[in-house]
């Protein structure tokens, strides 16, 4: 499941990518007109659309990342879990073994 840094940087990116659609849209309605300025504030939004585009690339990158990282320590945990309880029966069968190896021990002498 994405992280909500993972959706708000795919949000993120398509407002860049909207907002580099708004700028191209006023540089041809202002070439069109022949207004400098339109064409110009036209640039400066696509401009603008890039940075934001790749701020939310960096952001979704960001959640893979730390999702991703978390998964993998959760798994790790759980084998050394598993692991602890694995050497815990080895010395409780231990413990008995020894437990009847004096018993044994003890008949022989008798």
Known sequence: MPSK???KGKAKRAAGKAQQAAGKLKEAAGK???KKGLRAKGRVQKVKGKAVEKVGRAQESYGKTKRRTG????RAGKKTQRA????ESAILAARKAG???EKAGK???K
């Not at 998964?71 to 959760?74: D, Y």
């Not at 602890?84 to 050497?87: F, G, L, M, P, V």
């Open 5 to 7: 840094s993972e959706i």
């Open 32 to 34: 069109v007109a022949g």
């Open 71 to 74: 998964e993998k320590l959760e």
């Open 84 to 87: 602890s309880e694995i050497a």
């Open 99 to 101: 437990k009847a190896v």
């Open 107 to 109: 008949k022989l002498k």
